[in-house]
């Protein structure tokens, strides 16, 4: 491949991910996970310039070159635990950040301090450098102590990814092996093959750094692939992380009633079914679909209901039901009290209406006046 075109494709990648980033950021409704994937884009972006800049010889000559392709390193640091933040919270909406957290930030500080303390010796003119060599190479042995600790700063962050992802690829390895003519299953395992590739990348890229810059240039093009793989993904579903997150514990939940009938694994579940992928806004639900998706009998899932929280299918169903409704009523204050019935499960304006002031107390309208 003509080097011109190589590195042309290089840097699409990078610059892909930027304007994915942008996007994100330009959406009128934003949630957490909106903010955490346009951080994550845009720092994967820096991090695949710097990358792109240590594998070829663009910079060579340029009288900063390697003081800019430095600088980004702090912040390279901090691009595995955004990533991987990302796929935990994907995989699990409970995820949330606390103090513990901060250890991630112990990397990029350690980082950022050696850039500033580290003692610069034996060095003229940093733009005779040519940044693109291989740990191994016999060039890279002539260098100074100070850019081959640089050098070798920046390249940690790739064994660093491939750490923190191999938990996330083991939690997501029960996505593979559902069925791939599943409907439901194949975004799921397009998401399984997106974070696979991020530590492929990583480990060949890092291969490359010490053995052959060619292997680091196949990485960022594998990294480019899986960029633009994600984006498409994600616009031709556009509950792709819903999805996701459904059939990883979809499968994990199949995996755990190999060892036998477990309540506690079966309510868990139940619970995801309602409260995350709201099963009860099926108007048509029964007790036998319900039973059938957990994998149990019909009279099983009743007798569970009636021993654990002391409740009929129809009491459990209906009180998942007002309480989004309660939610849309405050929420969508335009919205008719019909389409919000209809919306949470209910096939009657009446029946609505019925159950949620035999549950609340008031009608939805009086609920509606006296929380708004």
């Avoid at 680091?216 to 899986?226: D, E, K, T």
Wanted: net charge positive; charged share 20%.
């Amino acid at each position: 491949m003509p080097e011109k075109i190589l590195y042309f494709i290089m840097f699409f990648g990078p610059s892909f991910a930027v304007i994915i980033s942008a996007g994100q950021m330009m959406q009128s409704k934003k949630g957490f996970i909106d903010y955490l994937f346009a951080l994550s884009f845009f720092s994967m972006a820096l991090w695949m310039f710097q990358i792109c800049f240590l594998s070829t010889t663009i910079l060579t000559g340029w009288r900063y070159a390697f003081q800019f392709t430095m600088f980004i390193t702090p912040l390279v640091y901090l691009t595995p635990p955004i990533i991987v933040f990302r796929y935990r919270w994907v995989l699990s909406s409970q995820f949330a950040l606390n103090k513990y957290h901060g250890i991630f930030l112990v990397p990029a500080a350690a980082s950022f301090l050696l850039l500033l303390f580290l003692p610069v010796s034996g060095i003229d003119k940093l733009s005779d450098y040519s940044l693109a060599l291989p740990v191994t190479g016999d060039k890279f042995k002539t260098l100074p102590v100070y850019i081959k600790t640089l050098y070798i700063t920046a390249i940690i962050p790739n064994l660093y990814m491939v750490a923190l992802m191999s938990p996330v690829l083991i939690k997501m390895l029960p996505v593979w092996r559902r069925d791939s003519n599943n409907r439901i299953s194949k975004p799921a395992r397009m998401g399984y093959i997106s974070a696979l590739s991020i530590a492929v990348s990583n480990l060949i890229c890092f291969i490359g750094y010490i053995n052959s810059i060619r292997l680091v240039q196949l990485s960022i093009l594998i990294a480019n692939a899986a960029t633009i793989y994600v984006y498409l993904i994600t616009q031709r579903h556009h509950d792709y992380h819903r999805l996701l997150r459904s059939e990883t514990r979809k499968a994990h939940y199949e995996k755990s009633r190999i060892t036998g009938l477990d309540v506690n694994v079966i309510f868990n579940r139940l619970t995801e079914l309602m409260r995350d992928e709201k099963v009860f806004a099926d108007e048509e639900l029964s007790l036998r679909d319900l039973s059938g998706e957990l994998g149990i009998s019909p009279h099983q899932l009743s007798e569970i209901l009636n021993e654990r929280i002391k409740k009929n299918f129809n009491t459990f169903v209906n009180e998942y039901r007002i309480d989004e409704a309660k939610k849309m009523l405050i929420e969508e204050p335009k919205r008719s009290i019909l389409s919000v019935g209809i919306a949470v499960g209910f096939n009657s304006n009446t029946t609505f209406c019925t159950v949620f002031s035999k549950i609340e107390g008031v009608s939805p309208s009086q609920y509606r006046k006296q929380n708004l």
